[in-house]
């Protein structure tokens, strides 16, 4: 069975940058469409950005121009790089595997082989 492993999440100062970074456990991303997604508490998770086996990546209103969505093909991960950060940005961020392309899965159900999430808090 498929896991990710999140990672890079802490403490931030509004205005700054995190990096996060999404591996599988025991095998590569190479070859799947990664969704990032952010949760807090009594919403819905979120889908923040994607990036598609071909490399084609999705934003959300709120991560497009401060979020970017990237592979290490060294590491053979999938990087989510936050700037510009606000408090707004506090939440949970997870990884998960799509089923299809970033533009024909957009929604929660559409994703699987979520891992635990990494804690990402921005304030002062």
């Known amino acids: 069975q498929l896991q990710l492993v999140e990672s890079g999440g802490g403490l931030a100062q509004p205005g700054g940058s995190l990096r996060l970074s999404c591996a599988g456990s025991?095998?590569?991303?190479?070859?799947?469409?990664i969704g990032w997604f952010r949760q807090t508490p009594g919403k819905e998770r979120e889908r923040v950005a994607c990036?598609?086996?071909?490399?084609?990546?999705e934003y959300s209103d709120s991560a497009r121009g401060r979020f970017t969505i990237s592979r290490d093909n060294a590491e053979h991960t999938v990087v989510l790089r936050l700037n510009s950060l606000t408090p707004e940005d506090t939440a949970t961020y997870y990884c998960?595997?799509?089923?299809?392309?970033?533009?024909?899965?957009?929604?929660?159900?559409?994703?699987?082989?979520w891992g635990q999430g990494t804690q990402v808090t921005v304030s002062a």
């Open positions: 025991g095998f590569t991303l190479d070859g799947f469409n």
């Open positions: 990036i598609s086996v071909y490399d084609v990546t």
């Open positions: 998960a595997v799509g089923i299809a392309a970033c533009h024909e899965a957009r929604s929660r159900g559409q994703y699987h082989s």
